[in-house]
């Protein structure tokens, strides 16, 4: 929270280099006059001045006194603390993505809408998205779709199951099967749990590796997670790679769109990986020069190089972008250059439908459904404005740097 940062700053004696906040002015707050006046606000109702970010009195128990303006002053708010919101007309919070005041089955939502307008956030009650079978549960506080049972959002110890009121809920019961006494905790069975390295979590419940297993690893005689890095080097994925009907084995693979270097390690194609400063991965696993000028991306299908924004490889409608699957911090820089949807005439009547169904907005030729992180930054989801412009925001509760406010997805591509 800003006023945390601020007053941790003026705590450290450094406040000369950090703008206080608004209501610390006393020409805007006439509480900051007082004595401890930087935590305090006006309160018009009654003249008084209250601690910031307080919950309850004066304002209705589970809302907080928030800084709002009036007419160029500071004055106080009551609104939800972040994480929570309001049903339109009344003045009590509920936690968002539980079920809150709404009837079985559904959950409460955030009204995306209503975040910017002056201090109210809104929520409304929706009922869960479908997933694509009942496997699955859908969650959500990010929009995804995770197996029953997995540890899915849940932290560590906790597994994803029905809570009693029909909704995905992180939980942990005794009596459950993937329940571990050693610990308390709650694990999914054939991931590595409360395991060593080399042995998962099995129906019993115990820790093990059997050599009939699709997860075991000839060469380090260990059992791994599949689909996970397991014990193979960077780049791989332990997946399965034969289904026979004596049982199916899982091997180290390279990730897709990746190439075994001579180094044994697996790369993001089209990035630098172990090659020399100008040189690239190429299909096999060979360095070779990056073929482009500065600023111009590689279009494999074509073996040549374009500059972004170029209609010309690819379909109507799109154009070459860079690859946003590639992460820079990871991969390094990638010259691969993709295709996406140019000015939004591309894929048009997907993006028609998309933009018709409630909760979902067209970005990049593909259809998101709103209020997740979609292709937003880690700590920011997609949210449509008044004026129907889709754009990234910080979650509620986020504040920057944790988060990246007000990108707009768009402007990317
Ligand atoms: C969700 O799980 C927690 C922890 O096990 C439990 O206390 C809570 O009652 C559950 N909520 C619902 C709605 O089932
Ligand atoms: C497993 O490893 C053993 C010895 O390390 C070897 O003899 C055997 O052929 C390997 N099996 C497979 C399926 O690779």
């Not at 006023?3 to 003026?10: D, E, F, G, H, V």
């Not at 919950?55 to 209705?60: F, R």
């Amino acid at each position: 929270m800003a006023t945390w940062i601020w007053l941790a700053a003026l705590f450290c004696g450094t406040h000369a280099a950090v703008l206080p906040p608004p209501w610390a002015d006393v020409r805007r707050n006439p509480c900051a006059a007082h004595p401890r006046g930087w935590l305090m606000l006006y309160w018009p109702i009654d003249g008084k001045c209250y601690t910031i970010y307080q919950k309850g009195h004066p304002c209705p128990e589970t809302q907080e006194l928030s800084p709002g303006r009036w007419g160029g002053r500071t004055i106080a708010e009551c609104k939800c603390p972040p994480g929570t919101a309001q049903l339109p007309h009344t003045t009590t919070c509920h936690k968002l993505f539980e079920r809150g005041p709404c009837r079985a089955g559904e959950y409460f939502a955030p009204v995306e809408e209503s975040f910017n307008k002056r201090g109210e956030r809104q929520g409304m009650c929706v009922r869960p998205q479908q997933c694509a079978d009942e496997t699955l549960l859908y969650w959500p506080a990010d929009g995804k779709c995770y197996y029953r049972l997995s540890q899915g959002p849940c932290y560590p110890g906790a597994i994803l199951d029905i809570g009693d009121d029909g909704l995905a809920n992180c939980t942990c019961d005794p009596d459950s099967r993937n329940f571990w006494p050693l610990d308390g905790g709650c694990y999914a069975h054939f991931t590595r749990g409360p395991c060593d390295k080399g042995l998962l979590y099995l129906p019993g419940p115990r820790c093990g590796c059997e050599s009939h297993m699709p997860h075991y690893h000839n060469e380090t005689g260990g059992c791994y997670e599949l689909d996970s890095v397991g014990p193979c080097p960077r780049g791989h994925t332990f997946r399965i790679t034969q289904v026979t009907a004596q049982g199916s084995k899982a091997e180290c693979k390279c990730k897709s769109f990746h190439a075994r270097a001579a180094d044994g390690a697996c790369y993001r194609l089209y990035t630098r990986g172990p090659c020399e400063q100008d040189e690239m991965i190429a299909r096999g696993g060979r360095c070779i020069k990056v073929p482009c000028a500065r600023g111009r991306l590689y279009v494999p299908e074509r073996r040549r190089c374009y500059r972004p924004g170029t209609p010309e490889p690819c379909p109507v409608g799109e154009v070459v972008a860079f690859d946003f699957d590639a992460r820079p911090a990871l991969d390094g820089l990638s010259h691969n250059g993709v295709c996406v949807c140019g000015s939004g005439s591309c894929n048009r009547k997907e993006v028609e439908a998309c933009t018709a169904r409630k909760g979902t907005a067209a970005y990049g030729g593909a259809c998101h459904i709103l209020n997740t992180q979609g292709p937003c930054p880690d700590g920011s989801w997609l949210v449509k404005e008044g004026t129907g412009k889709v754009k990234c925001q910080c979650r509620p509760g986020r504040v920057p740097p944790e988060c990246n406010g007000d990108i707009d997805p768009q402007a990317k591509s």
